[in-house]
């Protein structure tokens, strides 16, 4: 029901920062749950940020709490990750997902959700 695309990946110098987008085919503010996730190569697909699907919570992972942040625009359908700091280790493919079924409380497997964009490359360089 949502078609989501990524935008904004890249090449960065550690400590620099790197926002991307994700825009979706229609509201999602109030119905789906939003979220980022990462996945290196040879790694498991790992969360990243999340908005809950009444998007009045946030919620991060630890490895980016106090340097990532997510937020969202509901006029443009779209949500962003702004990256600061950032690390070699951040290098990854980015998905933007949503899903609008699961009733998970901390939704932070792949598999807790349903749509995926196509992925876009973040690269850190020391």
């Known amino acids: 029901q949502v078609q989501l695309v990524e935008s904004g990946g890249g090449l960065v110098q550690a400590v620099g920062s790197l926002r991307l987008s994700c825009a979706a085919s229609?509201?999602?503010?109030?119905?789906?749950?939003m979220g980022w996730f990462r996945q290196a190569p040879g790694k498991e697909r790992e969360f990243v940020a999340r908005?809950?699907?009444?998007?009045?919570?946030?919620y991060y992972a630890d490895s980016v709490k106090g340097r990532f942040t997510i937020s969202r625009d509901n006029d443009k359908n779209t949500v962003y990750l702004q990256m600061n700091s950032l690390k070699p280790e951040d290098t990854a493919v980015y998905y933007c997902?949503?899903?609008?079924?699961?009733?998970?409380?901390?939704?932070?497997?792949?598999?807790?959700?349903?749509?995926w964009g196509q992925g876009t490359q973040v690269t850190v360089s020391s």
């Open positions: 997902a949503a899903d609008a079924s699961h009733m998970i409380a901390t939704m932070v497997r792949p598999d807790d959700y349903d749509y």
């Open positions: 229609r509201r999602t503010f109030g119905t789906y749950t």
């Open positions: 908005f809950s699907r009444s998007g009045s919570r946030i």
